[in-house]
Each structure stands twice: as structure tokens, then as C-alpha cells.
């Protein structure tokens, strides 16, 4: 088991398109997905600004381009807005569980409902469920799916990482339909909470990118801390 950053073999990816920003290359970081990484490695790797997708842990690493910024959130200094108060309240009603597993029927018919109403103009479009299973999968026991639930109907999933200091959104999706409830901002809202109730530092929230209307919505949870310069400062 590699138990050191040091001992650890990185690659990186020939240019290609970025996902983010129209007309620019990029370039990512990868760890070797053959050497052994456990929850330890892998939260210290979350310090330093990787991500996960599968079984892949990566950073951008463009060689013209510095956009993509890690963000995370301080819980303990988090105050939701007027705004997010409101989407608190407006989805107390939802009920919720915790699942081990995501191979289930209802579970990949609301993540399709989700993609094609949603992204049909995305990387994940059209919904394959051998690539949905491989990219939101279970890795090093550490992964929770948290589903939200209606009056006995699923309208919500986040797929979320347990790290030693905090949680780490990997991916939410919801029912397309319910635009009043703001299911994406709640999912986020609720993970603040839920990091607070383990005894947990941060929510990790990927990749903030001024210029990037998808990612962009990140600023709206403040304090939010940015990893710029190879140290964590925080946007008030």
C-alpha cells in the first residue's frame, strides 16, 4: 500500500479539449491507477486539490491556463444566505437514506432523466449505464449515496466521499423537474450539515471556474476557500 505522496507515480494526459471553457486545450494530472491508494492517501491527495472520477484521481495541470481552482467549504464558518435559508426550508419535508450502492433501477432512471434533460450537451450524454456505474462507483470503502425522497418518490441523489477532514461532493443529480425545490444547491446544503454532525472540517466542492457558468455557482457558499499557489485562502 503507498502510504506517501512522495512514493507516488503521477502522469499526465496528452492535450485535449477542455470540458469548461470553449477554444481552450487542457492538460490533467493523473495518479497511475495501478499503484494501491487507500482513504488516507487519498484525503491528503484532496488537500493538495485532486479530485476523483471512478477510480481516477486527477488535477488539471494546464500549461496556459490556470482556471480550474480547487474550493472547498469551511463548515464551521458557513452562513447560509437569505436565499439558501429559503432552500432549506423548502425542502424540509424530504426524507432521506443512506445506500452503500447505486446499481439499482431507480437510481440510473432518475441519473438518465437527469442527463438528458439536463446535459444532453455534456461528456455523460446519452446516459450509458456502464459508464454511469464506473464513474460514480464505490472506491476504498469510503463512498456514501445519500437519496432524498419525496412522499416515497426519489427526486434528489448526491454521491459523496467521507474524507479525514471533510466530505467530498462527487456528483448530484436530480429530478429535472423540480426547478422550485433548487435540488442542487440543497444537496450542498445539506452536506455542510452533514459534515458538521461528523465532526468534519470541510465540504469539498471540486472545481470553481470564474468564467464557467456551471461551475461559477460555487462562490455563493462563503467563506469559501480557494487552493491558489499551493495554499488554501479563503474568499470571503
Known sequence: MTS???DLKVYTTYP??????????????FVDPRQSVDRKLYSKLSVLGFRRSGNHIYRPHCSNCDACIPARI????????RGQRRVWQRNSDLQVSCTEDIRDDEAFDLYH???CLRHADGDMYPPDREQYEAFLNRVWDCTRYYRFYDRGRLVSLAVVDVLEDGLSAIYTFFEPGEERRSLGAHAILWQVEKAREMGLDYVYLGYWIRDCRKMAYKSDYRPLELYVNSRWTTLL
Open 74 to 81: 469551511p463548515v464551521q464558518d458557513f452562513r447560509p444566505r
Open 113 to 115: 432523466r437527469y442527463i
Open 4 to 6: 506517501s505522496i512522495r
Open 16 to 29: 485535449h479539449a477542455c470540458s469548461y471553457l470553449e477554444e481552450q486545450e487542457a492538460t490533467t494530472l
